[in-house]
């Protein structure tokens, strides 16, 4: 800010505002603390040097060379006053030094900031001071006599740092102004009444366990309300209060790093680390702050698998349906998620084929199933040699190996009562359709596969045998034939035989049974057609005149072979033969005979006969 005063008047100001400085430093030593005493000497002592040593001399030049008066001339003195009127009002325009007051500052009196004075004052109290701008009137009042600027009450840098007000001096009968208006600046000075504070903590960080000294954790920031330019008051110096010997800061940067080696999350996961910020650069008698820094350790696989039991026992009846769990296994990981994730397999055992072991995604159990059935007649315990591997190595902790580890397990197969066994799983009989009545035409037979081997009883399921052709005995299981059969109405017949224990009637079991009928030669040959031939009365011997076919309902293995015959009562007859056609079984197609216009019908029987048997 500039202003606008003569020389006379600035120096005064500063002469006063000066003055004003020392004796508040004065009076405030009796009353203030050593710390702030210190400051005190510390930053005003050089401004005082400065005021006292240099403005001085240069503003009081133009002042000195206008009081040489020439001699013995009332007239000359009363020129030479409106001479330096016009010099002094000529060297107007020089910058204004800052009225400085200290924070936080009070007293039983209010406090002398400075004082504004014109060399035009000549003591009769013509001159008042006005003051206006910031703070004018209420924070600042002047003396419009004397131009005294005191402070009215405390003030506090962190809220305004300067005010900016303007200096007036005007005649006090006509208000006319003596001097043009000046603004100057008091700017309030700090002292360190604030502590630094961690405006974003309380701080989480994480770090991974087995890091080397020195790795990165986290960085944290303190903030001093204090004038960062002058002094110390806002230098902050960082360290740890709490959480050595693991952990350090740097002292300027606040950075958090680990201070020793191989820490390990299985053994201590958590740190409530302390830090403190302290300002004036870390000396005595500086604030500080804290703040809390909960630092945990992330896991790592440092860690193999290891199962909770080196032997494992499991029992399971032998009629587990496939794919039932019969037991579970668990191999414990001192690491977390991913790295303690584990497969499991069958590495050794007499029953690799027969069991399976599988991995429980949520529980990381090992489970074991059945594959295929068992038979606790046939085998009655198993034993297997089951393996458990981390899924993901961490290639730094490879030598802290090996990932896996391996238990014993035995599994017991128990007896269960189980239903009876057929000695086939279906059976294929065979009867000739003329076999007699209660004639036995096959047999099954069924077990108990118990050790106490209950009896069996048989029956059929006569849903299967709606026309009860078929009895069975109910001891033996024995099929006998209950009704006749014929081949050509029906050649098969399909019925369900039925095993029931007698001392557990629940335990039932079914097998299928298939009963074919062979043939007999039990139907005479039939003519396939009705035939009637035509001969020329011209025809000649040895020419055909019919061909005749024949079927029948049996079926030989070998197919039918037939013979034909004239009736024996037509056996002489001169004109007529019947002859096998070689070549060709029963044709069934008709010769075109020869016609005369006035035909003559002659009818020939045949008798047919089957091949001798």
Not at 229 to 256: C, D, M, R, W
Not at 418 to 424: A, Q, R
Request: hydrophobic share 35%.
């Amino acid at each position: 800010m500039t202003g606008k005063l003569n020389g006379s008047c600035f120096y005064n100001l500063s002469y006063f505002y000066v003055d004003c400085a020392v004796n508040t430093w004065r009076s405030s030593c009796g009353t203030m603390p050593e710390r702030l005493t210190e400051m005190l000497m510390d930053t005003w002592t050089p401004l005082i040097i400065l005021w006292i040593t240099v403005l001085p001399s240069i503003f009081m030049a133009p002042m000195n060379q206008s009081q040489v008066l020439p001699s013995g001339s009332s007239t000359g003195l009363k020129r030479l006053t409106e001479e330096q009127r016009v010099l002094n009002r000529s060297k107007r325009g020089w910058v204004w030094n800052q009225m400085f007051v200290l924070e936080e500052f009070s007293g039983p009196e209010p406090i002398l900031v400075g004082r504004l004075h014109t060399d035009l004052d000549p003591g009769s109290s013509k001159i008042k001071y006005i003051l206006s701008g910031d703070g004018a009137g209420t924070i600042f009042v002047i003396n419009d006599k004397t131009g005294d600027i005191h402070a009215m009450k405390r003030l506090d840098r962190e809220e305004k740092a300067e005010y900016t007000l303007t200096a007036q001096a005007v005649d006090r009968d006509t208000n006319k102004p003596l001097e043009p208006p000046s603004e100057f600046i008091i700017k309030v000075q700090d002292i360190n009444d604030n502590a630094p504070e961690f405006v974003e903590g309380p701080y989480h960080a994480t770090v991974p366990e087995m890091s080397v000294v020195g790795t990165f954790v986290t960085k944290v920031t303190a903030t001093d309300a204090d004038d960062p330019v002058y002094g110390n008051s806002a230098k902050l110096v960082y360290s740890i209060l709490e959480g050595q010997p693991y952990f350090s800061i740097e002292p300027h940067t606040a950075i958090i790093k680990t201070a020793l080696p191989n820490m390990d999350r299985e053994a201590k996961e958590e740190y409530f680390v302390v830090i403190q910020a302290k300002d004036m650069g870390g000396h005595m008698g500086g604030l500080s702050g804290t703040t809390t820094v909960t630092i945990t350790l992330t896991d790592v696989n440092d860690n193999p698998p290891k199962f909770a039991q080196s032997m494992y026992h499991f029992s399971v009846m032998e009629d587990v349906a496939l794919g039932e769990p019969i037991g579970r296994v668990k191999a414990n990981d001192l690491d977390i998620g991913e790295n303690a994730k584990s497969s499991y397999d069958i590495i050794e055992g007499d029953g690799m084929d027969i069991f399976e072991i599988t991995t429980d995604a949520q529980t990381q159990d090992g489970i074991i199933r059945v594959r295929k059935p068992l038979d606790f007649e046939t085998k009655k315990s198993y034993t297997l040699k089951v393996e458990a591997a981390n899924i993901h190595i961490d290639p730094r902790f490879i030598s802290g190996g090996p990932f896996k580890d391996t238990a014993t397990v035995k599994i017991v197969v128990e007896d269960a009562d189980e239903p009876p066994v057929f000695s086939s799983p279906t059976y294929l009989l065979e009867v000739h359709e003329n076999a007699a009545i209660n004639s036995v035409i096959g047999q099954v037979t069924a077990h108990d596969p118990d050790v106490s081997s209950s009896p069996i009883r048989f029956s059929i399921d006569r849903h299967t045998d709606l026309e009860r052709q078929f009895n069975i005995n109910a001891e033996d299981g024995k099929i006998t034939l209950a009704t006749p059969l014929d081949r050509e109405t029906n050649m098969w017949h399909n019925i369900t035989i039925v095993a029931t224990e007698t001392r557990n009637h629940s335990q039932v079991s079914r097998v299928p049974v298939a009963i074919k009928v062979l043939d007999v030669n039990d139907n005479a040959p039939e003519f396939a057609s009705e035939h009637e031939a035509f001969l020329c009365e011209n025809g000649k011997p040895g020419q055909v005149i019919q061909i005749v076919s024949a079927v029948d309902k049996d079926d030989p293995k070998n197919g039918h072979y037939f013979l034909y015959s004239l009736l024996p009562e037509m056996v002489n007859n001169p004109n007529f033969t019947i002859k096998k056609n070689e070549g060709c079984r029963a044709p069934d197609r008709q010769i075109p005979s020869l016609l005369r216009p006035k035909p003559e019908v002659i009818h020939q029987v045949f008798i047919q006969l089957d091949r001798p048997t």
